[in-house]
């Protein structure tokens, strides 16, 4: 599968260097896309510059009329897209689908949202002026995007941003660009004009180096770690760039003893080895209370006992590789460290590496401590930690004890202790009896070191947004 970048309406960088997209369950070469620099990334800004008067022209209705058709054209692709998907990320492929489903949903929601982006008249103090404040589309918006959902962060950026009435120049991780470009020949095959979506694959230090110093680019939206997003703020002070950033994670689970055990552990799987453990609301630490400690632990076990390791497009594989070498490496410290310093393995604990692939098996750890390095970072793989605590206040310390502020969860069935607790949580999402809180409609977004800003509901198109105040003197 070799595929080109998409710039302005063309399918270019057939004479450039290769980037070989490779399968993490078997190493094996899945693609090639085009190495691209600053050069192309220029190019595609240009594209999306010469594009923005007419595209934000259009009314609401216009764009919306485009964004559905490109909905319609995702959900008839869905299966096609999930198996490019498991193949450069490996995610299992019902899961990929989820993704693909997922992402869709962000474009149709978008799709209607643009039609809701309303001014407001204010009150004036003189009777000869009238003061409105409209929003209007931000201009040219450059988004950059991680390899764990290689289609969903992409359309939680795109939907608002066309919705909105900007351009937009895409560059997806170097793992997952095929998902990225199976993206943008439905956004051709959907008629959305040239030049209002371009994709560039590449060099990330010179792309990104574009993005950030073009005059041209008035915002960028950027979903991966903390460390590069905190690079791009560095980099945004000269320009004063407008910022939205979806950064890292390390999510507190909090089981009180008066939870529901059997919900606890359901939301707890699915929070923990979603995704295999590499999404950025995954819970990372799991804190429960002395009275069901040993209960909840059993049956956590049990549940997490029959979860399949392997590659993703076998059927019933639970999960699948861990994205690459680096990646593997830092959960294999995480595990090493806790049992260094005391905790125990109940499940797991042995990753594997076969043919330049990496295998890690769901692994619980017991009686783990806050200094060790796993209640501190980001592990982004199948190992949950569990710790106990005493008092519903030293849960809310423990968890809030991170310099990360993006997910936490809440297992309790008193709404009292619930609502307490949610109140003192500082995380932008909290999932209360819930391990699957994303929803396109809902704001998604993270306080702290995990970002800058919301997407999805109502929020997530105020950030392709500008508000213009007018006073009209009669
Ligand atoms: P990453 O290393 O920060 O990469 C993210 C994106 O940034 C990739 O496209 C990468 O390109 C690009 N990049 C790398 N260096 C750059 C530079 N100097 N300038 C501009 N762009 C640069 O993160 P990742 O490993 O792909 O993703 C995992 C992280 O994303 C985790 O921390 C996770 O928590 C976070 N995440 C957050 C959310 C959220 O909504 N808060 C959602 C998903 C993931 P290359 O791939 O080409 O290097």
Request: some cysteine.
């Amino acid at each position: 599968m070799d595929k080109l970048i998409y710039i302005n309406g063309e399918w270019v960088g057939a004479d450039l260097a290769k980037i070989v997209v490779r399968n993490p369950a078997t190493g094996e070469a899945v693609g090639t896309v085009p190495r691209a620099g600053a050069e192309e990334t220029r190019r595609a800004i240009e594209a999306a510059h010469e594009a923005f008067p007419s595209w934000s022209r259009l009314t609401a209705y216009e764009r919306s009329a485009y964004l559905e058709r490109f909905h319609d054209l995702i959900v008839d692709s869905a299966d096609e897209i999930a198996r490019v998907l498991t193949l450069e990320m490996g995610k299992p492929l019902k899961e990929a689908l989820g993704e693909v489903m997922y992402a869709a949903s962000f474009v149709k929601w978008f799709a209607e949202e643009g039609k809701r982006v309303y001014a407001r008249g204010i009150p004036s103090h003189k009777a000869e002026t009238r003061m409105l404040a409209i929003k209007q589309p931000v201009g040219v918006v450059a988004a950059i995007t991680p390899w764990n959902f290689p289609a969903a962060m992409i359309t939680r950026k795109l939907g608002p941003a066309l919705a909105a009435g900007c351009t937009i120049i895409i560059k997806p991780a170097k793992q997952t660009p095929l998902t990225a470009i199976m993206l943008a020949e439905l956004v051709e095959k959907a008629g959305i004009p040239k030049g209002v979506v371009n994709l560039v694959t590449g060099n990330a230090a010179e792309i990104g180096n574009e993005f950030m110093t073009n005059p041209m680019v008035r915002k960028v939206t950027f979903t991966g770690s903390t460390e590069i997003g905190k690079e791009l703020i560095r980099q945004s002070a000269d320009h004063v760039k407008n910022l939205s950033l979806e950064l890292g994670g390390h999510a507190p689970i909090i089981v009180l003893d008066d939870a529901d055990l059997e919900k606890a552990v359901r939301g707890a799987v699915a929070s923990k080895f979603r995704n295999g453990g590499q999404t950025c609301i995954c819970g990372n630490r799991i804190y429960v209370q002395e009275k069901v400690y040993d209960a909840f632990i059993a049956k956590f076990a049990e549940a997490v006992r029959k979860l399949k390791v392997g590659n993703g497009m076998d059927p019933g594989v639970d999960i699948g590789p861990i994205i690459d070498r680096d990646g593997y490496e830092k959960i294999d410290a995480h595990v090493k460290d806790a049992v260094r310093l005391g905790a125990s393995c109940v499940l797991g604990g042995e990753g594997r590496a076969e043919n330049g692939a990496y295998f890690y098996p769901p692994t619980i750890l017991k009686d783990v401590r806050p200094g060790m390095l796993i209640m501190r970072e980001e592990t982004f793989g199948p190992v949950a930690p569990v710790q106990k605590f005493s008092a519903d206040e030293e849960a809310a310390r423990y968890a809030n004890d991170t310099p990360y502020g993006l997910a936490a969860y809440v297992f309790t069935e008193n709404y009292s202790r619930g609502i307490k607790l949610v109140e003192a949580l500082d995380f932008g999402i909290i999932g209360w009896n819930d391990g699957l809180p994303s929803a396109a409609q809902a704001p998604f977004g993270g306080m702290k070191q995990s970002g800058i800003g919301r997407e999805g509901g109502i929020e997530g198109i105020d950030a392709f947004l500008e508000v213009k105040y007018v006073s009209v003197g009669l």
